[in-house]
Structure formats: C-alpha cells, structure tokens
C-alpha cells in the first residue's frame, strides 16, 4: 500500500498556530504589567516609608534642639543670680515656635514646686512628716481612698532602701522587686506597696523624682495642698535648679511628643522620653 502524502497546513490550522501565539503573547504581556505594578507599588512604598522615617528623624531632631535651646536659656548668664523668670508661678505658658518647617509647643515646669519623693530616702524627718501630712491632706479630700499614710511612707523608704527586700513584692501576681534605690521617675511610686491607682490619680500631680536628696520644697509656689502639708519655709532660697521640659511637635503630618527633666545646675539632660509627660 502507497504511503499517503502529507497535505500542507491549511487556512484552519494558519489560523490556530495564530492564535496559540497571540495568546501567549498576551500572557506574557499580563505577566510583565503585573510585575511593573508590583515593582512601582513596592516602590511607592519604599519612597513613603523613607519619607516617613526622614520627617520622623527631622522632627527629633527639631525637638532636641529645643531642648538644648531650652537648658541653655535656663543656665546662661541671664538665668543667673535672682532674675525671675519671665513668667508666674510654677508653670510656663505654652509658647508656639514655628522651626525647620516643624510647628512645635514648648512649656517649662519648675519641679521644686513638687515633693521630692527621693527626700524620703535621707530619713529626713521634715520631709517624711510633712509627707505624711500630705497623704492624711489627700485621704480627708478623698474619703473613698482607704490607705494608711505612714504605712505607706514606711512601704515607699523600703522600696529605696538597698538593704531591704520585702516580699511582699515576690508574692505579687506577677512578682517583682523592689528597687532598692533611689526612684529614677515619680510614677516608680505606683509600684510600691499600699499605692492603689486611685491614690497615684491623686497624687501624681503634686510630687516628682529628682536625682537628689534633700532637695527643697518651693512652698510659695506651690500648691496649696503642699503649702499645707510642709512648713512655709517660703520661695527656695537657690534657683531651681531641675525643669522639666514638654515639647509637642508637628511635621508633615506626624506628631512627635517629648518630655525631658533638665538639671540646669549641671547643664545636662537627666533623662529624656519620646513622649508625654505625665500628670
């Protein structure tokens, strides 16, 4: 038997083998669009996070050279001998300052307008009774605060006490211990004994942390529930020498909060938080 010749494609199969290829054209045309979209999106958002990280830096930046603006105004030859500060009482008025691009409010707060809780620590019997008058000030304004102030002033002398552990911290749910130092920031009080946070609500606004013991009390200033609680000694007798500086910043769109205690008798930043100050 004869083999049969091939017969040459025909129109039908030109036109199949043309769109098998038109096809596959437009995959890969869709494949490449999708790529491209997914390079330009990653990209985008490359170039948003960088943007974000630069106005974030700028801002801190900006924020930092307030601060140092701010300590030195507090330490330089103007703020020396008895000049009043150009303002009233314990604390600035908020002062708007508009910086690099950067919009930022600035207040400064005299803190020896506040009981130093690090004057429990010298067992100063001063400070520890007019400590405890305050707290019997805080529970006769607040009768639904059941504590015990000399109770509590022993648990808060123990807590910076290096020589005792209470265990009563151990049995605590989680169990911690105590710090037996001196407190590096006044809310440190809410984790001693006796200390509900009610309580703290109250007396967070009246008393502070600073790096020093025996620290004196601006009972003119003050408020008058300190006025009460200690002697009235009057103004202190030296300028203060810690502030604490809040700074609230805004730049594209981004807020950057910063609080930082100054000691403007040594001209150094005691500690600084990327955030607000508290009460």
């Known amino acids: 038997m004869m083999p049969r010749a091939s017969r040459p494609p025909g129109p039908a199969s030109s036109r199949g083998q043309r769109g098998v290829a038109l096809i596959t054209a437009l995959l890969v045309v869709v494949l490449a669009t999708v790529a491209a979209v997914s390079m330009t999106s990653r990209q985008h958002l490359d170039i948003r996070r960088a943007g974000n990280v630069l106005n974030q830096d700028q801002a801190w930046l900006t924020v930092q050279a307030a601060e140092r603006y701010a300590l030195k105004l507090l330490t330089g030859p103007e703020a020396e001998g008895d000049r009043d500060l150009p303002w009233e009482g314990c604390l600035s008025p908020v002062l708007r300052v508009n910086l690099a691009d950067t919009e930022m409010d600035i207040w400064v707060e005299d803190m020896h307008c506040r009981f130093n809780l690090n004057n429990l620590s010298s067992g100063n019997e001063l400070a520890v009774n007019g400590f405890i008058r305050l707290l019997e000030n805080l529970r006769t304004e607040y009768p639904e605060l059941a504590f015990d102030p ?29 710090a037996n130092r001196m407190m590096m920031v006044a809310g440190e009080m809410r984790l001693v004994h006796g200390v509900s946070a009610e309580l703290w609500e109250a007396l967070a606004p009246l008393v502070t942390a600073l790096p020093a013991a025996g620290t004196q009390l601006d009972t003119e200033n003050a408020a008058d529930m300190l006025r009460e609680a200690f002697p009235a000694t009057g103004a202190a007798q030296t300028r203060a020498t810690y502030y604490r500086l809040g700074v609230h910043a805004q730049l594209a769109g981004r807020r950057l909060l910063m609080c930082s205690l100054l000691d403007t008798a040594s001209g150094r930043v005691v500690w600084r938080l990327q955030g607000a100050c508290d009460a």
């Open 150 to 178: 000399e109770q509590v002033v022993a648990a808060a002398r123990d807590w910076m006490n290096p020589e005792t552990d209470d265990p009563v911290y151990r049995l605590a749910d989680p169990p911690y211990l105590s």
